[in-house]
């Protein structure tokens, strides 16, 4: 059974910074990452990295959030930099699972950016 498990949410203010993780377990995980959700709004590509670590990042958070991984774990990491109340939102963490061919999807976790 795949299970993601996300930590790391919670309130900071905008300049802040949080770190969120993701361990996968179950399947063998290529591509890995986050997408996010804020209030009245559709889900959002944060960014994702493969395995060989390449790796894909919205405009929006583009020299702010920075992904890593530890395939060891099957761990990805997201450190989020100068934090802005527009970053609000529940953020999924996202992996795809090469052996099922399937996408798989954390329960999320609330960030949350006062001004």
């Known amino acids: 059974q795949v299970q993601l498990v996300e930590s790391g949410g919670g309130l900071v203010q905008a300049g802040g910074s949080l770190r969120l993780s993701c361990a996968a377990s179950?399947?063998?995980?290529?591509?890995m990452g986050w997408y996010r959700q804020a209030p009245g709004k559709q889900r959002e590509l944060v960014g994702t990295?493969?395995?060989?670590?390449?790796?894909n990042y919205a405009d929006s958070v583009r020299g702010r959030l920075t992904l890593s991984r530890d395939n060891a774990k099957n761990t990805v990491y997201l450190q989020m930099n100068s934090l802005k109340p527009e970053d609000t939102a529940v953020y999924y963490c996202?992996?795809?699972?090469?052996?099922?061919?399937?996408?798989?999807w954390g329960q999320g976790t609330q960030v949350t950016v006062s001004s």
């Open positions: 990295i493969t395995s060989g670590g390449n790796r």
């Open positions: 179950g399947d063998i995980f290529s591509a």
């Open positions: 996202y992996a795809f699972g090469r052996g099922r061919g399937h996408d798989y």
